[in-house]
């Protein structure tokens, strides 16, 4: 079984819709979880982190259930410069590694 | 601002070629990693260091090594490169405390011919 799963997509919606991703991962002792964001042919950087008590950052929410091993990103009001891949990273228990899903493609459709 | 720099962006080789990989990062993070990307299989763990002189095997280290003499040089070397190594490189490095996460460089795009 792989650490992350992600359902790859494609999702394709138009410009002001509400996008959800989910992600689970399989060991319960994980430390700390993240989205990244890769542009095409660029390198992933962090979009977030994901916090027990849910965190926002202006139009992207993420939630972490730990009962369910499951991590969400939300996207509201969706942009046309939000088309991308995103990736569920879970930091291990130990701290050294990383473990990605494959990733989510969205396409925001003008 | 963390900055990972990879030694090149595009690299064109021939098969049976050495190619060096090099990774700097200006953070002091303990750890570094080498990954590649393919289409359809994500990132997936080469080799990493959590310290200076010291590597771990990831998932696939077959085929490549790797070099960390100093704590802010992470170097990846493919001995005899084969056109199966055609790839995006990633380099990431993170610090060992805390819930930090991972910062890559920009990537290195390998062909071998």
């Known amino acids: 079984r792989k650490e992350v799963e992600q359902d790859p997509g494609p999702f394709n919606v138009p410009e002001g819709a509400t996008v959800a991703f989910n992600c689970t991962y399989s060991?319960?002792?994980?430390?700390?979880f993240f989205w990244y964001r890769q542009d095409c042919r660029k390198e992933p950087k962090l979009l977030m982190s994901v916090y027990s008590s849910g965190n926002e950052d202006g139009r992207f929410t993420a939630q972490l259930n730990r009962a369910s091993q499951y991590i969400s990103l939300l996207i509201r009001d969706s942009k046309l410069s939000d088309s991308a891949t995103y990736l569920c990273v879970v930091r291990s228990n130990t701290g050294n590694q990383f473990y990605f899903g494959t990733g989510t493609s969205l396409t925001v459709i003008p | 601002d963390v900055k990972v720099t990879q030694s090149s962006r595009y690299l064109v080789k021939r098969t049976g070629e050495k190619v060096f990989l090099e990774c700097v990062q200006d953070m002091d993070h303990e750890n570094m990693f080498w990954y590649r990307q393919d289409p359809g299989l994500g990132l997936r763990l080469i080799y990493f260091s959590y310290d200076v002189k010291m590597k771990e095997k990831g998932d696939i280290p077959e085929g490549y090594s790797v070099s960390r003499e100093k704590k802010e040089r992470f170097s990846l070397i493919l001995e005899s490169a084969s056109t199966n190594q055609t790839s995006m490189y990633l380099c990431a490095s993170n610090s060992r405390s805390g819930y930090e996460t991972q910062y890559f460089g920009p990537g290195t795009r390998l062909l071998v011919l």
């Open positions: 060991n319960s002792a994980s430390q700390s």
